[in-house]
């Protein structure tokens, strides 16, 4: 038996028309040159918005950190999924980009190890929607040379200085009293 529709007594569904229409609502995507449904989101190569190369780098200041730093040609929002294989399972973006686009990027990735081989893809989208996408790629941090502890701050000149002259200085009255050395 086939049901009709109470808001369309005279219509009947059949499964073809349903699937078709939620097909047709359904769809979603980034429009380009074509519009509606079977728009396709054409997606470009990041080279073309990169302007630095991509370096990853130990974190000096956490053994257990790396650092992925990217300059882009315009302001961009970007992130980089990673992992051990081509399953990624990690995304991070730069806490810089406080929800806008920048051409700076510092990306913190927690937990890595030095010497193990990771895969990446970097992925940004400009302002005006165009979406760029860099090829999988590997890296693999070195350790981070540890943060300096002992600053050398140079010779101790005070060591032979002399005071020549003190001046007392009254904040109140904004009277300056000089004491001759002698």
Known sequence: MMRRCPLFANAVWRLPVVVAALLAVGSCGGEDEQSGPNAITTVLPFEEVQASELVFEGDPTDPGRGILRVTTTEPMICA???????????????????????????????????????????????????????????????AAAPAATVVDRGENLALDASVVEVVVVAAREGIAAQTPMG
């Open 80 to 142: 980089i999924v990673w992992g051990e294989d081509d399953s990624f399972g990690r995304f991070n973006n730069s806490l810089s980009m406080n929800g806008t686009g920048i051409e700076q990027h510092d990306v913190v990735l927690p937990d890595v190890e030095a010497g193990v081989e990771y895969r990446y893809v970097v992925q940004g989208t400009t302002a005006d929607g165009t979406l760029y996408r860099s090829d999988v790629g590997l890296f693999r941090i070195d």
